[in-house]
């Protein structure tokens, strides 16, 4: 393996989460939000499950957009 190529899998490895997605796709946020809205009505294993600070940041601002749509 050249040393390029494991520079390059090195970055790759820094930049994914554990579902191999990059942070901030939309992928990634379509896959967490999957996620949360299993482990919020129960169907979704939550041991070990370290949820990202930027998922939670975009749920309450989806949360605040949509509650400000409603009172227009």
Same mark, same amino acid.
């Given at each position: 393996?050249?040393?390029?190529?494991?520079?390059?899998?090195?970055? %790759?490895?820094?930049?994914?989460? %554990?579902?191999?997605?990059? =942070?901030? =796709?939309?992928?990634? $946020? *379509?896959?967490?939000? %999957?996620?949360?809205? @299993?482990?919020? &009505?129960?169907?979704? %294993?939550? @041991?070990?499950?370290?949820?990202?600070?930027?998922?939670?940041? &975009?749920? $309450?601002?989806?949360?605040?957009?949509?509650? =400000? *749509?409603?009172?227009?």
């Amino acid at each position: 393996m050249s040393k390029l190529h494991r520079r390059l899998k090195k970055l %790759e490895a820094l930049i994914t989460d %554990e579902a191999g997605l990059v =942070s901030g =796709s939309q992928k990634w $946020m *379509d896959y967490w939000t %999957e996620r949360v809205d @299993k482990i919020l &009505a129960g169907d979704d %294993e939550v @041991k070990g499950c370290q949820i990202p600070l930027e998922v939670w940041d &975009a749920i $309450m601002q989806r949360a605040d957009s949509e509650r =400000s *749509d409603g009172c227009r």
